[in-house]
């Protein structure tokens, strides 16, 4: 009868496990696998798509080859042509139309329907130098092919996106086309059938915009990257590590679930893929430690979605604000290093915070555990070793470049070939990796060492692809594509390398391992990429209609009216709408869509509040929403995943996952008003301070919203650590209501005071009149004092003249690319205030009070804190 039970639950683990790995597919790599000929055609032309990414991504084709000279060449249209072509086809042909429609073959018409649409798409590339030669002048063939696409195309993402973007790109064409028939306060003059088709897909402003555009040159490249480090094994490796170095720790498994499912998000840019790569092992350990099935999955869910938005490798989103910010790819992981950090140490607490709550005990380990002074010791010299090997590469690549100049890149790739046998070499010397199977009597964790050294050759791509990003400055598509180059060498040649350091022979079965599983991995990585290239195409719809319509300005006002001027509320609504969509659209089409209609509404309302609000910061704020969006009940995805791991009820955890996802839904309301959190305008000195700050301020307010700190916490105590952590977060907030930062002039009195004034001094001018592109509107512009001698002179270097009429103070001059311009001046405008700096105290004053009120707060739960008395009922208190 035993073992009845276990082969039953047995069965039922496999039937688990292909769930899971179904629902994987259906959402990011395609619900069907044809067998036969059809198999072969769709996994060749998905290795055909990684190998096309690849060449239009490396120097190759600007190369002059012997016999052939240049080929293979591509402007960023015709690519972008190429590419989504790839993605239709593969979407008609890997995804089912309906949920009863055959999952091993593909029936005729879907074999119509994607030749079909891979000739629309790819008709500009075709046709590409006769439609150069009559722009904005379709013909009917144009037409035609423009129509049919566009259909085909939004059929492709109601198959691999679901029903909501392919809606709401409809309700976007349909507002194009119905212009004039819309309510007075949306109504436009409407476009022509010909106009739209040829705006959307025979330009570069809709379909085939900006966002296609980035997911043919990097987002490709770095999901590729990621399927190929997967299928070499570094997903496991990342597992184990985590495992090995916190598993021992208070409520253990579930801090590894979130450093793994960190490191992981390096690979797998799918929040339900990075929940059920780690999920199935991180969520049965965890229960096996006292957390219930939804705090489990709950655990895992808030860990794998925020793999998005840990730099150096984020969603696909991350790629887009370079576009649509105007900014490089460091700037952008840079701004978002801070908030993501913070977030996960938070998490890492939370689940502390937890396991004190129930008195989990870790895991045992294998081997002896060393004394704490010895594995300090070793921290510590793991750090110098770590430090003096990046200096040696540092300055050793420094002194490479100028003395071997044009060889440089090839003695630096036979160092780093050294390097890795060497690496190899190490790892050999200790077993491979092996996962405990969850539902075993007894889990032991493995020991640091040998885990750590089984796979530190994988780190190689990972260090390969942030030097070139951080160091040399390279493009993000040509760093993705040398670390890709460097992983597509370490799969082929690891498994014989091994083999040949253990002395186990076979080395040409070993090669051909590597070389299947490279065909495997480029498959993979194709795979991947259809819903996102199809997310992106169906999104730049919605953009090429905000563009012809004008719609965003229109927009403007509406939301301006429901905020009534207010820019927390104007950010609420913004949030809210970010998790709508969310619900229904991928992270990438969520960003594109809000952001392009809300973005600069939320900038132009900040500058009327007289905030000035970076545009990064907005764009940030926006992809963390949607983000969250994967968490939100009741159409969390990811929580949907983690139930069907854990076992438990997906609302509730989906539930118990927005709880634990607070502090990333807080976060961008701080750095909106706080953008020190983004590292704008800071030294080395301050950002390092702004960390050690922000994090014990997502401390405080974890045990806040957790309700526990060193014991449970009284309600005026968790009121109290919600304060200081703002406090702490926001320290000008309340040096502001001290001391107010301006102090306001009459516009009349503002030359007598550039007197006083050093150049460089920022004025905010409180502005009436028409904008730069004749729009009524107040603002507050932010405008910068030139050199000068005297007040005069410096209003004269900034490009602003002003002249008194009736008593008011108006623009009579703007210089051509002045300061005065920059900040949105132009002629005729009233300037009806003028805020002028004053002197006030450092906002860090602050820190002194909130700190005390903390030290209180310590003292009173220090004090209720005995031995025994953290919890009364284990069970009551989860």
Not at 145 to 167: D, F, Y
């Amino acid at each position: 009868m035993t073992d009845l039970n276990k082969q039953n639950k047995n069965t039922q683990t496999a039937i688990n496990e292909k769930e899971l790995q179904d629902m994987v597919a259906a959402s990011d790599t395609g619900a069907r696998i044809p067998h036969g000929w059809q198999g072969k055609l769709l996994l060749g032309t998905a290795l055909c798509w990684s190998l096309f990414q690849l060449w239009i991504a490396s120097p190759l084709p600007f190369y002059d080859w012997p016999l052939l000279g240049s080929f293979g060449i591509f402007n960023g249209t015709e690519v972008r042509a190429i590419h989504l072509g790839f993605a239709v086809f593969l979407a008609f042909t890997a995804y089912p139309a309906l949920a009863h429609s055959p999952h091993h073959r593909v029936p005729l018409n879907d074999i119509v329907l994607s030749i079909i649409a891979a000739f629309c798409a790819s008709y500009i590339f075709i046709f590409y130098d006769q439609l150069i030669t009559r722009p904005s002048m379709p013909n009917t063939q144009d037409l035609i092919v423009s129509v049919v696409g566009l259909l085909l195309l939004l059929e492709a993402a109601r198959r691999t996106l679901g029903p909501p973007l392919m809606i709401v790109a409809i309700v976007f064409l349909t507002y194009s086309l119905a212009g004039p028939y819309m309510p007075d306060i949306i109504a436009h003059k409407g476009v022509t059938l010909k106009e739209l088709v040829n705006h959307q897909w025979l330009t570069t402003e809709g379909v085939f915009g900006i966002a296609l555009g980035v997911s043919s040159n990097f987002v490709f490249l770095f999901v590729l990257f990621g399927a190929l480090l997967d299928k070499a094994g570094a997903g496991n490796y990342f597992i184990q590590v985590a495992f090995s170095l916190l598993g021992h720790m208070r409520g253990g498994p579930a801090k590894a679930a979130v450093v793994a499912s960190g490191l992981t998000g390096l690979i797998s840019g799918s929040s339900i893929a990075n929940v059920v790569t780690t999920g199935t092992f991180t969520i049965p350990m965890m229960k096996r430690v006292g957390f219930s099935a939804e705090k489990a999955g709950a655990v895992e869910v808030a860990s794998s979605v925020n793999g998005q938005i840990m730099p150096p490798v984020m969603g696909a989103a991350a790629f887009l604000m370079v576009e649509y910010v105007g900014i490089s790819y460091i700037e952008v992981i840079t701004h978002a290093f801070l908030p993501a950090l913070i977030s996960y140490i938070a998490l890492v607490y939370i689940v502390h915070l937890e396991a004190m709550k129930l008195e989990m005990q870790g895991l045992p380990r294998r081997g002896a555990i060393k004394p704490w002074h010895l594995r300090v010791i070793g921290l510590l010299s793991g750090f110098i070793v770590t430090a003096a090997i990046a200096a040696i590469v540092y300055y050793g690549i420094g002194w490479i470049k100028p003395t071997f100049g044009e060889s440089s890149g090839i003695v630096i790739a036979v160092l780093l070939s050294v390097v890795y046998v060497f690496l190899v070499r190490f790892a050999s010397a200790v077993p491979d990796l092996k996962l405990d199977a969850p539902d075993s009597p007894m889990i032991e964790l493995p020991e640091v060492g040998p885990t750590v050294k089984s796979g530190l050759h994988f780190l190689l791509p990972v260090v390969v692809l942030v030097w070139c990003l951080m160091i040399e400055r390279l493009s993000p598509g040509l760093s993705a594509f040398w670390a890709t180059v460097l992983m597509i060498f370490i799969l082929v040649t690891q498994r014989p390398l091994m083999a040949y350091f253990r002395q186990q022979g076979h080395l040409g079965v070993q090669l051909r391992k590597g070389a299947n599983e490279l065909v495997d991995g480029l498959i993979v990585g194709a795979r991947n990429m259809i819903g996102i290239g199809i997310a992106t195409a169906t999104a730049g719809i919605i953009v090429g209609a905000v563009s012809q319509t004008g719609v965003g300005s229109v927009l403007a006002d509406l939301v301006e009216i429901l905020s009534m001027g207010n820019l927390l509320l104007m950010l609420i609504l913004t949030a809210i709408l970010s998790l709508i969509l969310g619900m229904g659209l991928p992270t990438t089409a969520n960003y594109i869509v809000v952001s392009s209609l809300l973005a600069p509404v939320v900038v132009t309302l900040g500058q009327e509040s007289g905030l000035i609000v970076p545009l990064i910061a907005v764009h940030l704020f926006v992809f963390y929403f949607g983000i969250m969006a994967d968490v939100t009940p009741p159409v969390g995805l990811a929580s949907f995943a983690a139930a069907a791991v854990s076992g438990g009820d997906p609302i509730r955890t989906g539930f118990v996952a927005f709880n634990y996802s607070m502090r990333t839904a807080i976060l961008p309301f701080l750095f909106i008003f706080n953008t020190d959190l983004l590292l704008i305008n800071v030294t080395w000195f301050q950002g390092i301070m702004v960390f050690i700050v922000a994090t014990c301020a997502i401390l405080i307010f974890t045990a806040s919203t957790q309700g526990f700190f060193l014991v449970r916490s009284r309600w005026y105590e968790s009121a109290a650590l919600m304060l200081i952590a703002f406090s702490l977060f926001r320290p000008g907030f309340w040096m502001d209501q001290m001391v107010p930062p301006h102090q306001q002039i009459a516009p009349t009195e503002l030359m007598q005071a550039a007197d006083s004034m050093v150049a460089g001094t920022e004025l905010r001018l409180w502005v009436e009149g028409e904008d730069a592109v004749g729009n009524n509107r107040s603002f507050m512009a932010s405008m910068a004092l030139g050199e000068g001698a005297d007040g005069a002179a410096r209003m004269d270097a900034a490009g602003l003249e002003l002249v008194t009429n009736n008593g008011k103070t108006i623009v009579d001059y703007v210089g051509y690319d002045s300061a005065a311009e920059k900040a949105g001046l132009v002629f005729d405008q009233v300037i009806t205030a003028v805020d002028v700096p004053q002197t006030q105290p450092a906002k860090e004053w602050i820190y002194i009070p909130a700190l005390a009120f903390f030290a209180l707060i310590i003292l009173l739960q220090r004090r209720r804190k005995t031995p025994g008395a953290v919890v009364s009922n284990p069970v009551n208190a989860s």
